[in-house]
């Protein structure tokens, strides 16, 4: 870590009062706070929302602004950051390049900050999917719409993919359940999820959250060439999972994700 440019990318997707959407700001500033002791030379919190367009207002809104302000933490607008056209490291979608922000290829270390909850049309939202936010809005629409009609799985793989995240911190403390990631209710999950594999990461957090990951088309896919999917080779290092998780409440069509299904 020692001299690194980190960037840390939180979902930070919109503001609704009384409701549990964006990642934790005081998590977020904590791990800055977290990689500057480990010697980083620069911490930036960036990210791309795909819903609301003026993304200073959900910084605001969200409180994350004024964490970042008192500890002279810099934030980017990635939806509005200089691009650069990268080629893609996956072909899952057919598109051959992506247009990728300055920020997110300029720093050594990506780290994933997810809010964890299901999704209406992913039917998780997590590590991975959270990568969505370093897709320029002013050059793919809102919400991303072209990742949208590629599909959503596969535009996952191809970002992720491309994008290495290097790290994640998965905001489980209040987690969403049913129809996610906006309009779903709170689950008091009590977690996060800390590692060096997105794949990990996401395998974990979706069997907290009582889903099988490997029903999960992305995650499945994933498993085969991002990282571990393997529940026999993820190390818990702090707790275990529990012997038996109470599944997340999914939309309907998503039912098939329940482990007691």
Not at 61 to 76: M, N, P, T, Y
Not at 241 to 255: D, S, T, Y
């Amino acid at each position: 870590m020692q001299d690194k440019s980190v960037l840390l990318k939180p979902n930070l997707v919109e503001y609704l009062a009384g409701v549990e959407v964006n990642t934790n700001p005081q998590l977020v500033v904590a791990a800055a706070g977290a990689f500057l002791e480990l010697g980083a030379k620069r911490v930036l919190v960036g990210e791309g929302p795909g819903h609301q367009r003026d993304t200073y207002l959900v910084l605001v809104e969200s409180g994350l602004e004024a964490q970042l302000r008192d500890r002279k933490i810099r934030f980017v607008d990635l939806n509005r950051d200089e691009l650069f056209r990268v080629p893609t490291k996956a072909t899952f979608t057919g598109l051959d390049h992506f247009w990728l922000p300055r920020t997110v290829l300029a720093s050594d270390f990506v780290v994933s900050m997810p809010k964890i909850k299901t999704h209406h049309w992913a039917g998780v939202t997590l590590s991975m999917k959270n990568m969505f936010g370093v897709i320029p809005g002013t050059k793919y629409g809102w919400p991303k719409n072209v990742l949208h009609w590629k599909g959503i799985h596969r535009s996952i793989l191809d970002i992720c993919a491309t994008v290495p995240v290097h790290f994640v911190i998965a905001d489980g403390i209040v987690a969403m359940e049913g129809n996610g990631p906006l309009h779903g209710t709170h689950r008091h999950l009590g977690k996060i999820v800390l590692a060096d594999d997105p794949v990990a990461a996401d395998f974990t957090s979706a069997r907290l959250m009582g889903l099988d990951p490997n029903r999960v088309w992305h995650l499945n896919r994933a498993a085969h060439f991002l990282g571990n999917g393997s529940n026999h080779r993820i190390d818990l290092v702090a707790e275990a999972l529990p012997a038996r998780a109470i599944p997340f409440n999914v939309l309907p069509e998503f039912n098939y994700l329940q482990t007691h299904v």
